[in-house]
Structures are given as C-alpha cells and as structure tokens.
C-alpha cells in the first residue's frame, strides 16, 4: 500500500513539473520570437523590471512593463534569445538567458511566480 500511495505522489509531482516546464518553454519561445507583445502576455499585473543602466523598478504595472519592454527592443533591436538555463523550486522558476542583436548580446534574468496553475513573469532583469 505504501508503494502505491508514494508511485501516485511521484506521478502527481511529475505532472506539475511537466507542467512548469512546459510552460517555462512558452515562455523561452516567446523570448525568441523577440517579439515583446508576446512576452508582455506573460507578465504578471505588477513586475519589477530592470533595464541595462536604468535603475530597478519595483512593482511596475504590466501596462508600464510592457511599455518600457517593447521600447528596449526598439531601441536595442533585440533579434533573438538564446537560453541559458533555468530552474525552480515550489512555485518559483528563473530563466536566465541572453538577448541577441546584429552585433551585441544582452544577460536576461526572468523569474516566473505559479499563480493558479499559470507561470508568470514578476521580474525581469537586462544587463
């Protein structure tokens, strides 16, 4: 009985990480489209938010982030995201990756909160 009940839990544990991950690979994708309304979609209703030189910005409106996003990639002309790694634990998950242009490339940390069975982004660091 011990073994059945622990197999159930093991298999529950896997599916909320699948879960995660999947999720987590949206996210990437969406990166990599450099394409930041899609990313913004991601972003949870208050963010903080910091950008290349720019002082951090705590609890942003998703309006304000998506805002001073989409004009860091004009401005930078963010072609592409390359992952780096990423990971978690509980209802926390970081990506950590690098924005790419023609000629330079950009650190990102993003990290992601679950809130009701959905990752998204609640800060977001360029450097």
């Not at 009940?5 to 093991?10: A, H, K, M, N």
């Not at 951090?56 to 790694?85: C, H, P, T, W």
């Not at 998950?93 to 009701?116: A, D, F, P």
Request: proline content about 1%; glycine content about 6%; charged content about 20%.
């Amino acid at each position: 009985m011990k073994h059945w009940i622990l197999s159930i839990c093991f298999i529950i544990a896997g599916f909320a990480n699948a879960n995660a991950q999947t999720e987590t690979d949206m996210v990437v994708r969406a990166l990599k489209t450099a394409n930041p309304d899609l990313i913004t979609t991601y972003l949870d209703d208050y963010v903080d938010m910091k950008l290349l030189d720019k002082d951090e910005v705590k609890n942003m409106s998703k309006n304000q982030a998506a805002m001073a996003l989409k004009l860091f990639y004009s401005d930078n002309n963010i072609k592409g995201f390359e992952k780096v790694s990423d990971g978690g634990k509980g209802n926390l998950v970081y990506i950590l990756g690098k924005l790419t242009t023609s000629g330079k490339s950009y650190s990102i940390t993003v990290q992601l909160k679950q809130k009701n069975g959905t990752l998204y982004i609640i800060t977001m660091r360029i450097s």
